[in-house]
T-cell receptor
Framework: TQLLEQSPQFLSIQEGENLTVYCNSS?????LQWYRQEPGEGPVLLVT?????EVKKLKRLTFQFGDARKDSSLHITAAQPGDTGLYLC???????????FGKGTKLTVNP | NAGVMQNPRHLVRRRGQEARLRCSPM?????VYWYRQLPEEGLKFMVY????????ESGMPKERFSAEFPKEGPSILRIQQVVRGDSAAYFC?????????????FGNGTRLTVT
């Protein structure tokens, strides 16, 4: 079973559209991180959310941490081809130092 | 300001050979993590090391796999007698401190192909 479930698994949209991807769990996390990974490269951290209900903005990207700290969402406004990539959420597991990752949402933004 | 350096980027081994993957963490980072990524399966934790110590190897197969992070030099992930199922992208990440919110800085991975 996957501790962090991400949806949708694949998403293909046109430039200029808005989208939301989700990261859900039945477990409570002390924090969640979002990474973006491009083909042939390692994941790059976008944001860390820590407080339930927290909203963080990074230019056209808006991240929200659920009130119960079991889920998070990433909303992209006016998507651009440069947003194409694999979006991964990750959280610390059970008090340990290791991060567990979801399987990711593979986003393609077509020009 | 070099990031996490992994080499080689691509490695091809025949079944039964050994694979050695190297990772130099970012300057000042003493915590190293190894992850394996298969298509459609996301990143799977393998092992967490600090200098000269293995802290958590719960994600690493008990046989054929080993990892080290010596006092001097890079961290090494070693896979002995490779099999086709070992083919994957192996990523190393480092962080400057321990803690739930410490971000991981990833290298660009080593893509291992076992023929």
């Amino acid at each position: 079973t996957q501790l962090l479930e991400q949806s949708p698994q694949f998403l293909s949209i046109q430039e200029g559209e808005n989208l939301t991807v989700y990261c859900n769990s039945s477990s409570v996390f002390s924090s969640l991180q979002w990474y973006r990974q491009e083909p042939g490269e390692g994941p790059v951290l976008l944001v860390t959310v820590v407080t339930g209900g927290e909203v963080k903005k990074l230019k056209r990207l808006t991240f929200q941490f659920g009130d119960a700290r079991k889920d998070s969402s990433l909303h992209i406004t006016a998507a651009q081809p440069g947003d194409t990539g694999l979006y991964l959420c990750a959280g610390p597991r059970g008090g340990s130092e290791k991060l567990v990752f979801g399987k990711g949402t593979k986003l393609t933004v077509n020009p | 300001n070099a990031g996490v350096m992994q080499n080689p980027r691509h490695l091809v081994r025949r079944r039964g050979q050994e694979a050695r993957l190297r990772c130099s963490p970012m300057k000042g980072h003493s915590h190293v993590y190894w992850y394996r990524q298969l298509p459609e399966e996301g990143l799977k934790f393998m092992v967490y090391l600090q200098k000269e110590n293995i802290i958590d190897e719960s994600g690493m197969p008990k046989e054929r796999f080993s990892a080290e992070f010596p006092k001097e030099g890079p961290s090494i992930l070693r896979i002995q007698q490779v099999v086709r199922g070992d083919s994957a992208a192996y990523f190393c990440a480092s962080s400057p401190k321990v803690g739930y919110n410490s971000p991981l800085h990833f290298g660009n991975g080593t893509r291992l192909t076992v023929t």
